[in-house]
């Protein structure tokens, strides 16, 4: 059934979603995942969280606040909105300044706050929580650990009033905004900030953004020679790819061991493709 407002008229909700410049994004994944691929998997992991929103029945748009240029064309090409963070004055004044952009052309437009970083993010299970959110005038979704929220929504006419960071379930429950409680919705609720994050991600099974890049940043050790500190590891795919001295004293390791799953950055195209960073994997 379609959901209707209080009117009866049906409801359609338009999505902001900010994301900081790439470079300064999930910061806390930096010992995992190394500041290269970090900014790689937090552009990833928008673009899995807009795929999924874009292609839900109650969502009419979606409205990316940032004012990073690759994200902005890597959004932009899977059909978002980009909007540049002219407030530049943290997260919640990028949240204010999107929905006042989408309700400047739709005054009465139904808006929800949708953080970045969900990448595994499931269709139906955002349509069940937009779907629980139709009426009231504003509501909120907790995250999986139950202090911040990952969604917060604003019916026509109701002011978005956004409160994320740190405790912001406590936060939004006491600006008036409805919890809402559902059983079955974790990927709306599974947010990534750390290695562990990361994990129960993977466990509920990212989109394919993340997967990619993933894969791209993981292997398993095949040789070592600890006479010289250098060897090969195995890609996903079983593509061996050398390492020499430099990359593995670049990971601080101490001995590898054949069989072990690694973390790598990689350099180069064709046969002078290497590794340049191998550690063990974390995530």
Known sequence: MRPVGRNGAPVTWTLVVPLKPLARAKTRLSDAAGDGPRASLALAFAQDTVDAA???????????????PLAGRELSALGARILPDSPGRG???ALAHGARAVRGERPEAAVAALNADLPALRTVE????????????????????GVGTT??????????APG??????????ASGAREIELAGVDSV???????GDLRAAVALGVGAHTRARLADMQGTAYTYDPETRAGSVLLDDGTPLPF?????????LRMLRPGQRVRIEVAGEGEQRRVVFVTLQTF
């Open 244 to 252: 020499d001295t430099a990359a593995f004293d670049a990971g601080g």
């Open 54 to 68: 874009l292609a839900s029945r109650w969502v009419r748009g979606v409205t990316v606040v940032t004012d990073d």
């Open 91 to 93: 997260l919640n004044a």
């Open 126 to 145: 955002l349509d069940l929580v937009l779907e629980a959110a139709t009426g009231f005038s504003r509501a909120f979704l907790a995250d999986a650990a």
């Open 189 to 195: 609720r599974r947010d990534v900030d750390t290695a």
């Open 151 to 160: 969604l917060l929504s604003a019916a026509s006419g109701a002011e978005l």
């Open 164 to 173: 994320f960071g740190g405790p912001s379930r406590d936060r939004h429950r």
